[in-house]
Every structure is written in structure tokens, then in C-alpha cells.
């Protein structure tokens, strides 16, 4: 069955520091890939997606992410972190031939001042 | 004015209680869903549907029902809430497949409802 993990359910860092929140996905086929932000009291806002072009894919608010099939990874990350950057992150991925998409757990970043 | 809204945003009610959830959208989708999110255990699909004679079950959809009124609408029914239906419920659209790999999902704002 396909599944999405998403390693470790909290990570922080501080503001300046390099951004990484780690996704991994469990298909036999390379699927279609995407990372939501979730701020608080706010629906799911999409932030890059993978659809089996470019395997470096930037989003907005100078995310981006690297598709790896030998690694079945789609890492997040983000240069230097902002305040604003504080928010739930989910990964999830469509696989061919699924009805929907599955999604990670979700990983809750904290900022540091 | 957003695509996906939900109504309420906010929602407290007594066991026993029957609740219904609404979720519009105009972005144009055939496909519709509803998750429950639960701090730790991220989204679970409840219910979903892929045009308005398509409804399907999601991973936990006892105690719950749906109405898929147009193709627009798409309504979360709770028939007798109890205390662990307490959680954020989001409604969410797709265009649906794109290579015939499931596509990305817009989501609505959030309903929280809290069953006392």
C-alpha cells in the first residue's frame, strides 16, 4: 500500500538557519508529489508540487524541494528561516492509478528567535 | 471571495446531537472531500466524492454521512455527535486525475467543532 512518512513531528531551528523537513514515500512508481503549509487557524495552503518534470521544484516563499527516486525522498527545505515560516507542514503524494491522495502525518516547525 | 468555503467556523453542540457541516467551492471541481484533523494523527479521509452520484468511504467515516447536493456542495452530516467527533474538519476539492495520478487538493478554511 502506498504511505507517506514524514520524519520526526517537531522539528525547530532558528531564524537564519537552513530549513529541512523530510518526506518519504512508499511506491513501486514514481508519484506525484506535494508539500502543504498549514499556519495556525488556516486550511492547508498548497506550497510546491512534483509531477514527474523537473526533479528540483521551487514553491512559494522560497521553499523548494528535490525529488530523489533512489532515495523515495522529497525533502523540504528553505536556505534561512523566517518567523513566519512557524507552521504545520504535510507531504503527501498521488500515485497512479489512486482515487486520492495520501498524506504524512504532518510536521509542526517552530522558529527561534 | 474564497474558492472552498466552509460553514460554520466554529461549532460547540451536545452529545446526541445532530450536526451538519457545509462546504461550497467555486473553483469548478468534480471532486470533493472531507477530512478530520486530530493533533498527532494529521488528516483522515472521511468521506469523498467524484461527481454527484459518486459517493465513496474514506478511511473513517462511521458515524459520519454525506450529501452531495450539486456539483458545488458537498455536506458533512454528524447524526449523534459524540465527545470523540471533537476535532478541525476541512473540506477539500480536486480537477482529479492528471495522468491518471491523483492531483493536487484545495483546501477550505476549516470547521472547529467541539461536541460537549
Known amino acids: 500500500a502506498q504511505s507517506v512518512t514524514q520524519l520526526g513531528s517537531h522539528v525547530s531551528v532558528s531564524e537564519g538557519a537552513l530549513v529541512l523537513l523530510r518526506c518519504n514515500y512508499s511506491?513501486?512508481?514514481?508519484?506525484?508529489l506535494f508539500w502543504y503549509v498549514q499556519y495556525p487557524n488556516q486550511g492547508l495552503q498548497l506550497l510546491l508540487k512534483?509531477?514527474?518534470?523537473?526533479?528540483l521544484v521551487k514553491g512559494i516563499n522560497g521553499f523548494e524541494a528535490e525529488f530523489k527516486k533512489s532515495e523515495t525522498s522529497f525533502h523540504l527545505t528553505k536556505p534561512s528561516a523566517h518567523m513566519s515560516d512557524a507552521a504545520e507542514y504535510f507531504c503527501?503524494?498521488?500515485?497512479?492509478?489512486?482515487?486520492?491522495?495520501?498524506f504524512g502525518q504532518g510536521t509542526r516547525l517552530t522558529i527561534n528567535p | 471571495d474564497a474558492d472552498v468555503t466552509q460553514t460554520p467556523r466554529n461549532r460547540i453542540t451536545k452529545t446526541g446531537k445532530r450536526i451538519m457541516l457545509e462546504c461550497s467551492q467555486t473553483?469548478?471541481?468534480?471532486?470533493m472531500y472531507w477530512y478530520r484533523q486530530d493533533p498527532g494523527l494529521g488528516l483522515r479521509l472521511i468521506y469523498y466524492?467524484?461527481?454527484?452520484?459518486?459517493?465513496n468511504k474514506g478511511e473513517i467515516s462511521d458515524g459520519y454521512s454525506v450529501s452531495r447536493q450539486a456539483q458545488a456542495k458537498f455536506s458533512l452530516s454528524l447524526e449523534s455527535a459524540i465527545p470523540n467527533q471533537t476535532a478541525l474538519y476541512f473540506c477539500?476539492?480536486?480537477?482529479?486525475?492528471?495522468?491518471?495520478?491523483?492531483?493536487?487538493?484545495?483546501f477550505g478554511p476549516g470547521t472547529r467543532l467541539t461536541v460537549t
Open positions: 473553483k469548478g471541481h468534480d471532486r
Open positions: 477539500a476539492t480536486s480537477e482529479g486525475a492528471i495522468a491518471g495520478h491523483p492531483y493536487e487538493q484545495y
Open positions: 512534483y509531477t514527474s518534470a523537473a526533479t
Open positions: 511506491s513501486s512508481v514514481p508519484p506525484y
Open positions: 466524492s467524484f461527481d454527484v452520484k459518486d459517493i
Open positions: 503527501a503524494c498521488g500515485i497512479q492509478g489512486a482515487q486520492k491522495l495520501v
